[in-house]
């Protein structure tokens, strides 16, 4: 026999449960992390839902005529009427009574007064596109605000429906949360030559 020492070979019961602990903290922490990017994976999803629906009803907005002349009204050449003065029918607020739906004639049409928001895009209760098919996405209400603006100079603040330059906000709401988006509209003809 040698009288070396042998040098120990293992673990000792205190590093085996120091090993045990360490090891249980992260994995705890690794399945924390993975159980809130689980429950909250959806959430990009219906954010970019509610951006795609906010694009396309300010796209229809937008799209309407900004006339100071009713569409609707027999004025020979509406585009070139600077005021609503020389109008037969000067455009208001909100939709006229014998119009059958959206698409709306005018900009103004989609709400009932000026900073008001309006759910022009219900029909029934339930958002529809601009032909009134139901877009068949439960949890979301959209609004329109439309607001007179003063943008580098042109156009007025108030309430006036022939003002120059239109503040279109669009507000998508969703499970608690909410995505505005906002556009500008402006009359280019005829008071800009």
């Given at each position: 026999?040698?009288?070396?020492?042998?040098?120990?070979?293992?673990?000792?019961?205190?590093e085996l449960i120091l090993f045990i602990v360490i090891v249980g903290v992260a994995l705890a922490a690794?399945?924390?992390?993975?159980?809130m990017t689980t429950k909250n994976s959806a959430d990009p999803?219906?954010?970019?839902?509610?951006?795609?629906?906010?694009?396309?009803?300010?796209?229809e907005v937008r799209q309407a005529k900004f006339s100071f002349c009713d569409p609707?009204?027999?004025?020979?050449?509406?585009?070139?009427?600077?005021?609503?003065a020389a109008c037969a029918l000067g455009e208001n607020w909100g939709q006229e009574p014998n119009t059958d739906g959206r698409p709306f004639d005018n900009v103004n049409d989609y709400?009932?007064?000026?900073?008001?928001?309006?759910?022009?895009?219900?029909l029934g209760g339930v958002l529809s596109d601009a032909n009134g098919n139901s877009l068949n996405?439960?949890?979301?209400?959209?609004?329109v605000t439309i607001t007179p603006q003063v943008l580098n100079g042109v156009g007025s603040n108030g309430s006036?429906?022939?003002?120059?330059?239109?503040r279109i906000r669009i507000t998508v709401s969703y499970d608690g949360d909410q995505l505005?988006?906002?556009?500008?509209?402006?009359?280019?003809?005829?008071?800009f030559h």
């Open positions: 026999m040698s009288s070396k020492l042998r040098r120990q070979a293992g673990l000792t019961l205190i690794v399945l924390g992390v993975l159980t999803l219906r954010r970019k839902q509610a951006l795609m629906i906010a694009e396309g009803l300010m796209e609707s009204s027999n004025d020979p050449e509406p585009e070139t009427v600077a005021g609503t709400v009932a007064a000026a900073n008001q928001a309006t759910s022009a895009f219900d996405l439960p949890g979301y209400r959209a609004t006036l429906a022939d003002t120059d330059v239109l505005v988006l906002d556009g500008y509209r402006t009359r280019y003809a005829p008071t």
